[in-house]
């Protein structure tokens, strides 16, 4: 009997396993981390958008949520720091035939390299860019970041963050995204529907995704994973198409989660064409 | 007057670092994270929040800037400190050139890592030779007390009047960063007359309110020729003030270094190894059990490696029959280490003789005692007139 089960057991494969490099596992995320999560909704949502997987590829930065492109059996890039939107571009460029997924984390994108990504949103590149905000450079060792929140404390601010955190989603608007969208790891389905849609879409696609760190976040904050959860239940509202302004990350106000911009900006290659290439 | 201060603690390199910064007292600590250097930018954001730093602790969002905000602070008449490591240091480097440029006495630890194009997160000295021609003086050490003892000569050599250029201070990630022994801190009077000759000096150059001073405009034709030159001088005159530095600090403090090098064994060496780091504590011991067995080896440990120490050396290597260079780093394009490249460059003062270039230790590879004492069998079999290989990698 014992022998049966353990039989069946070796026999189990995860629907998602022709997808990650398995020999790369365990992965270095911690228990309670939510980017584990995030990058299986995206493994998902790769599946069911049905786009070609021979032509995606996914770059990623530094940082824990930058491991996922090394546990991605596509082509993948794991980039320096803060440079994962630049390499993306370079990608799509030279070959436009490509679906570019950037997965990284909110210190690699918006801190070392917040430059790069109002550029991408700026010009319109026709990508998709994931964002784990997770409010801390995790991999460091839980330090201050750019959307580590005011008074949080971090090994850099012990006293508590002096400085406002970004707004992502109106960041994201105001350099000229084609689509924005915030979840959180929690509204899993929304969050897979959400990048599944992102995948198909043309232009510049973002969607922030809260999840806990447990490890640096949570203890210097006196928050466990489970009470990050918690409050990703009762203190979101789903609210779409709201004003990107009213987006503030605030959990005493309560965080809106939805689709905020759909739009249809002509995309960088649409834009190159048109003006560089005159016939 | 020689201070006796005993305040003994086991910390680790970076703590060290970061109790050094402390007793300099800087104005501004511009800081951004990279392993395995974040423990350093920690303790200081420690100490600042428990009130004993008293500085403006900027946590700034990438290399670069830390760069910009540490040189600024320096040109604004300010005392600065900033830290990093391997892609940091080369993320910052356009405004390292800057700083030093701006002749801006600026101190700051490089914790050695491997810097990119293979992703590693191990120790290395790759990222500094990456920097050499910055103009920086790069000051390279052993152990954890020197890490804390060279930071305070940093201050006094970097902001020196004859000197105003900036000091970066490195030590290797892992085996010291992380090693934690026991380190003597001084105390802050002691240190605080230490850097007080300082204060007797003119005022350097710096922004004054008021004073409508132009930084950084375009130097033009012999304009530039000249603040190169400049700038070339006032490195060369560093290696004799550092000397005396060194002197100084060991009258003061009771522990010395040598200057820009140590030599170890080598007056009447035949032949010698060259080495830098934390490797050096491995070599000399190596060097005394081959003393034993009756090689007659010395070692020298660099510690200036910009400038590089070409009197001191050649006073050292002159009349030996063969000589050894351990580097943790490669040199692209010679086929070799970067500080062997540099030691042949002696030749057209000392002569030809058997010159051998080892690279061990890259990527947390271990330099071990068996593989120095190999190195030193090699040294000893190209003295004795035997074919030997010229370049060696270990292990």
């Not at chain 1, 409010?135 to 008074?151: C, D």
Request: proline share 5%; charged share 20%; with cysteine.
């Amino acid at each position: 009997m014992a022998a049966d089960i353990q039989a069946s057991q070796s026999e189990i494969v995860h629907p998602l396993d022709h997808l990650i490099r398995t020999d790369r596992i365990p992965h270095i995320w911690c228990p309670g981390c939510g980017i584990g999560t995030v990058f299986s909704a995206c493994l998902k949502a790769m599946i069911s958008s049905r786009i070609d997987l021979e032509k995606t590829c996914m770059v990623s930065g530094i940082g824990c949520t930058g491991r996922a492109a090394g546990y991605l059996n596509l082509d993948s890039f794991h980039t320096t720091h803060g440079r994962a939107i630049p390499f993306a571009t370079g990608l799509k460029l030279a070959n436009p035939e490509l679906n570019v997924i950037v997965f990284s984390g909110d210190g690699d994108l918006f801190a070392i390299g917040g430059n790069h990504f109002i550029h991408g949103a700026r010009r319109n590149v026709d990508m998709t860019v994931i964002c784990v905000n997770n409010f801390i450079y995790g991999m460091t060792g839980g330090q201050v970041g750019a959307t580590t929140p005011v008074k949080a404390k971090t090994t850099t601010t012990p006293v508590g963050n002096p400085d406002a955190p970004f707004n992502l989603p109106l960041l994201a608007w105001a350099s000229g995204a084609n689509y924005v969208a915030r979840w959180t790891m929690l509204h899993i389905r929304k969050l897979t529907a959400c990048i599944e849609k992102a995948l198909t879409r043309k232009g510049f696609s973002f969607i922030e995704v809260l999840a806990p760190c447990p490890t640096n976040y949570g203890r210097k904050n006196k928050e466990n994973s489970l009470e990050t959860l918690r409050l990703y239940r009762d203190k979101t509202i789903i609210k779409n198409n709201v004003d990107p302004s009213e987006l503030d990350m605030d959990f005493e106000k309560g965080i809106i989660l939805g689709e905020f911009v759909s739009r249809e900006r002509p995309t960088c290659i649409e834009n190159y064409d048109r003006t560089c290439r005159i016939p | 007057m020689t201070a006796r201060s005993k305040n003994i603690k086991v910390i680790t390199g970076n703590t060290a670092a970061a109790y050094a910064v402390l007793r300099c007292r800087p104005d501004v600590v511009s800081a951004y994270p990279i392993t395995p250097q974040s423990e350093l930018v920690e303790q200081l954001a420690k100490f600042h929040a428990d009130g004993l730093l008293d500085c403006e602790y900027v946590a700034v969002e990438g290399e670069n800037s830390a760069q910009n905000v540490a040189c600024a602070a320096v040109m604004a008449g300010g005392r600065a400190f900033t830290a990093t490591s391997s892609y940091g240091l080369v993320y910052m480097y356009d405004t390292m050139l800057q700083t030093s440029g701006y002749r801006a006495p600026l101190v700051m630890v490089n914790v050695n890592r491997e810097p990119p194009g293979i992703h590693a997160v191990y120790s290395g000295q790759q990222d500094m030779i990456c920097t050499r021609d910055s103009g920086w003086i790069q000051i390279v050490v052993e152990n954890c007390q020197e890490i804390l003892d060279t930071i305070i000569m940093s201050y006094r050599l970097a902001e020196d009047y004859d000197i105003q250029l900036p000091v970066m201070v490195n030590y290797d990630g892992y085996y010291l960063s992380f090693l934690a022994e026991s380190v003597d801190i001084p105390e802050q009077e002691d240190v605080d007359r230490f850097l007080a000759p300082l204060k007797e000096q003119p005022q350097r150059m710096k922004l004054v309110a008021g004073a409508g001073t132009g930084c950084g405009s375009h130097g033009i034709g012999m304009g530039f020729v000249e603040y190169r030159k400049k700038h070339m001088a006032a490195m060369e005159r560093s290696k004799e003030l550092w000397d005396k530095i060194d002197q100084d600090f060991k009258n003061e403090f009771g522990r010395g270094y040598g200057g820009q090098i140590e030599s170890y064994r080598c007056d009447d060496a035949d032949i010698v190894l060259v080495a830098t780091g934390s490797a050096v504590g491995t070599a000399r011991t190596v060097i005394d059990a081959k003393r034993e067995q009756g090689i007659k080896v010395g070692l020298v440990k660099l510690r200036f490696f910009r400038p590089f120490p070409v009197e001191k050396l050649c006073h050292i290597l002159k009349g030996k029959k063969a000589i050894g260079v351990l580097d943790r780093s490669i040199c692209f394009g010679w086929n070799c280490g970067p500080v062997f490249q540099e030691v042949c460059a002696l030749t057209r003062h000392i002569g030809i003789m058997p010159m051998l270039s080892f690279i061990d230790g890259l990527a947390n590879m271990d330099i071990t005692k068996e593989h120095i004492s190999g190195m030193v069998d090699e040294i000893y079999k190209a003295s004795q007139n035997k074919p030997y290989q010229e370049l060696t990698w270990l292990p």
